[in-house]
């Protein structure tokens, strides 16, 4: 649902009150929600440059896979029932 994507980067500008770096770069695999173009043009807007891994290509977002890795080996996500 493109919503949940909308909502996310609106709660991310409201909690960066306008302090974006003018370098800030969104990353983000190749899925429906990233490409469309309402999305596109949110990010655009907001000021930040988009960045999308490539089809097929994991190193493009290792980084951020081995952080989140490693955030579900520390946390106990299996028993949560709400975003909060």
């Given amino acids: ?5 909308e909502r996310t980067l609106e709660n991310l500008l ?5 302090n974006i770096h003018p370098d800030a770069i969104l990353h983000s695999d190749q899925g429906m929600h ?9 990010v655009r ?3 930040f ?9 994991c190193w493009d977002n290792a980084s951020m896979e081995s952080f ?3 955030m579900k ?10 975003i909060q």
């Fill in 49 to 57: 440059k988009q960045s999308m891994s490539r089809k097929g290509n």
């Fill in 14 to 18: 409201e909690r960066l009150d306008g």
């Fill in 34 to 42: 990233y490409t469309h173009p309402k999305f596109r043009l949110l």
């Fill in 73 to 82: 080996d520390d946390l106990d996500y299996k028993e949560c029932q709400t």
């Fill in 1 to 5: 649902e493109l919503s949940l994507v």
């Fill in 45 to 47: 807007k907001a000021g």
């Fill in 68 to 70: 989140f890795g490693h």
